[in-house]
């Protein structure tokens, strides 16, 4: 990759989540400037998901690791500490945080999902893109250490680490950050540092965090017009509509479609003169096409 050139990524995470999530993908990637998608395995429109995958051979698709707020691989028998009654996993994210950290059975517990779901991806036949996960939960540095050594038996090479430059937000539009893009800061920074030294590839810069759910049109062509040189990410949660089983509470999911799709977002890309990619390609795995 040309140094001095900018090299863009532009992923749907939840697919797999619902129909209207695999839809928007599908229209984004086709008609729109749409590269990757983040799979979740474990959520009942995954299989459509591959389908869909299978049919668009220039997706790149990866695996959203889902440990908080979905829906698990194996059983509730095996991960009693992680699943609650509705069968959904945790969302007191912060006292799970600590019981993984803390509790050796939830730490194995944790490491047996993470193990499951990238198995369950490599059934799917796909080539893994890239990592990353639901909540961006592999933050927490214990959850990180086991996604290094875990997807390293799976050929992972690529991983996503949320660092987002605040300066160029506010280039795009003047923006308070909420306190989740806040704390993620000081632990993207040293995940980015591990995973490096784990030979992994990593994004300069990634854009989401701080509008997740609301990655607009014109937050979009902001963005692609502040491109710097290097590798940069923008990801965001499109779908047809909202409502869904799964749909997470104030998500503007038809506007980040409108994002992925408008001409004003093909303009802006073409303006920036960036490179359209993929993490495999930037780890010399693979290409778009």
């Not at 209207?20 to 429109?45: C, D, F, K, Q, Y």
């Not at 459509?48 to 049919?55: E, F, I, P, Q, Y």
């Not at 704390?183 to 701080?210: E, I, K």
């Not at 997470?248 to 479609?257: I, K, N, S, T, V």
Request: charged share 20%.
């Amino acid at each position: 990759m040309d140094p001095a050139r900018a090299s863009l990524v532009v992923t749907a995470d939840d697919f797999g989540l619902s129909r209207e999530v695999n839809e928007a993908v599908e229209i984004g990637h086709r008609r729109g400037i749409l590269t990757a998608a983040s799979l979740m395995v474990a959520e009942p429109w995954c299989v459509d998901a591959v389908l869909r995958a299978r049919r668009l051979p220039g997706l790149a698709v990866g695996l959203h690791l889902t440990l908080v707020e979905g829906r698990a691989v194996l059983p509730r028998s095996e991960i009693p500490d992680l699943v609650g009654p509705d069968g959904r996993l945790r969302q007191d994210l912060a006292r799970y945080g600590a019981d993984i950290f803390f509790r050796p059975g939830v730490k194995r517990q944790v490491a047996a999902e993470i193990r499951a779901q990238f198995q369950a991806f490599r059934r799917t036949g796909l080539a893994l893109d890239h990592v990353n996960a639901h909540k961006h939960y592999h933050l927490h540095p214990t959850v990180a250490g086991l996604v290094l050594r875990i997807g390293r038996e799976f050929g992972m090479t690529s991983l996503r680490v949320p660092v987002e430059p605040a300066a160029v937000l506010a280039q795009v539009e003047p923006t308070r950050r909420g306190l989740e893009a806040r704390l993620a800061g000081p632990y993207a920074a040293l995940l980015r540092g591990r995973a490096r030294r784990a030979g992994l590839t990593v994004a300069d810069q990634v854009f989401g965090l701080a509008w997740s759910g609301a990655v607009d049109p014109g937050r979009m062509a902001g963005l692609l017009r502040a491109l710097a040189p290097g590798r940069t990410e923008i990801y965001l949660h499109p779908a047809t509509a909202g409502g869904f089983d799964g749909a997470a509470p104030g998500y503007r999911y038809a506007d980040e479609l409108a994002a992925l799709v408008l001409p004003a977002s093909r303009a802006a890309l073409a303006e920036s003169g960036a490179a359209v990619s993929s993490y495999s390609s930037w780890a010399g795995t693979g290409a778009i096409s």
